[in-house]
């Protein structure tokens, strides 16, 4: 998870190891958009990201017109941006507006320039308040080109998801960030989860799903592609998420976020029976019920597994607890 103030930490501070999914531990907005600065960015906080931040229109065209190609503008006026997008849209290859307050026109007239273009990665996130026939409009829009979609924050419903997914499948998804929305109901994404080729990243964090929702995630898991999953900040508990990572061992999770869950030891001890036989390297369990015990029996099995991040903090872990775990993780592996 990104860094929160008050996080409890094992070992001193290490830099944790970029990755271009967020982590779910923003604010969630309550029907307005949240403030935005460039601590809020979602595609330009990662170290080796090439996407530049940018937070006026003046300065989106500034930095196109100096060569940029990825770019992310945060909380400019959105009628002056889409009004620049119109004029540079064919030289980005990436594209993000976070906050910028998109009304229903807005949001057309930035379809209506991305249309032709072959942009590869598009966001509006923090952006709620929109109709859901605007965003359909959106969506259909879109070039097919594009493989990475992020539409964080947006107020979406699960009436959204049989839209988003009708025109997303008209080209293949490799990312697909939808946290801190108000789904409840995932199934019309789980045909992309379950595909043997395309999604990779799926960030489903923040919203309002139950165990019923994990259950059909660890359904679709076994043979896909995905690599990275995100369901921290949802109302999951071990009935959910103990056969979420039972079936681990049929897929590629690499990234496996369940912070401030409801999970416990019996998602723990079902992790450490199958760790050996996953790929999984980066673990958040932060702000869950496990416990002491819990945690140290999972220490215990890391020598034999890949990972070499794991977020347990903001669990009020024991100092002798957090002893024992360093002692017990290989050198290179990293706690939060």
Same mark, same amino acid.
């Given at each position: ?8 930490s094992f ?17 969630r ?6 403030e ?12 080796? $990201? ?13 930095? /196109? ?22 004029? /540079?849209?064919?030289r ?45 409009? &959106? ?7 594009? $493989?990475?979609?992020? &539409? ?11 839209l988003?997914?009708a ?5 293949r998804? %490799? ?29 489903l ?13 660890? *359904? ?25 990572? *039972? /079936? ?25 029976s ?9 673990? %958040? ?14 220490? *215990? ?10 977020d347990a ?10 002893a ?10 990293? /706690?939060?």
């Open positions: 998870s990104s860094p929160r103030r008050g996080r409890q070992s001193p501070p290490a830099p944790t190891p970029p990755r271009s999914i967020r982590s779910t531990c923003r604010g907005w309550c029907g307005a958009a949240m935005v600065d460039s601590d809020n960015s979602r595609w330009a906080q990662d170290e080796d $990201s090439t996407v530049v931040w940018c937070e006026s229109a003046e300065a989106l065209l500034a930095e /196109v017109n100096q060569g940029a190609a990825d770019v992310e503008v945060g909380a400019a006026d959105g009628a002056a941006v889409v009004e620049v997008i119109g004029k /540079v849209a064919p980005l290859r990436s594209l993000s507006l976070v906050g910028c307050g998109l009304d229903a026109q807005a949001l057309s007239r930035l379809g209506a320039a991305l249309t032709s273009t072959q942009l590869k990665a598009v966001g509006v996130s923090n952006n709620p308040g929109v109709e859901l026939a605007a965003w359909n409009a &959106f969506w259909q829009a879109l070039p097919m080109t594009v $493989s990475k979609y992020d &539409f964080g924050d947006c107020e979406l419903g699960n009436e959204a998801l049989p988003l997914m025109a997303l499948v008209r080209g998804v %490799h990312e697909l960030m939808l946290d801190g929305n108000s789904l409840t109901d995932i199934r019309p994404i789980l045909p992309a989860v379950s595909e043997t080729a395309g999604l990779t990243e799926l960030d964090g923040d919203n309002s799903l139950e165990d019923s929702q994990a259950l059909l995630v660890a *359904q679709a898991l076994p043979g896909s592609v995905l690599t990275t999953l995100v369901l921290g900040r949802n109302g999951i508990t071990d009935a959910g998420a103990v056969p979420l990572v *039972q /079936v681990l061992p049929q897929t590629r999770i690499a990234i496996l976020h369940l912070d401030s869950t409801q999970i416990g030891d019996a998602t723990l001890d079902a992790l450490v199958v760790l050996p036989a996953t790929q999984l390297e980066e673990l %958040h369990i932060d702000e869950t019920r496990v416990t002491d015990a819990g945690v140290l029996r999972l220490c *215990q099995a890391l020598s034999t597994s890949r990972i070499t991040l794991l903090g903001d669990n009020n872990l024991s100092e002798a607890t957090a024992a775990i360093e002692a017990a993780l290989p050198r290179d592996t990293v /706690v939060e």
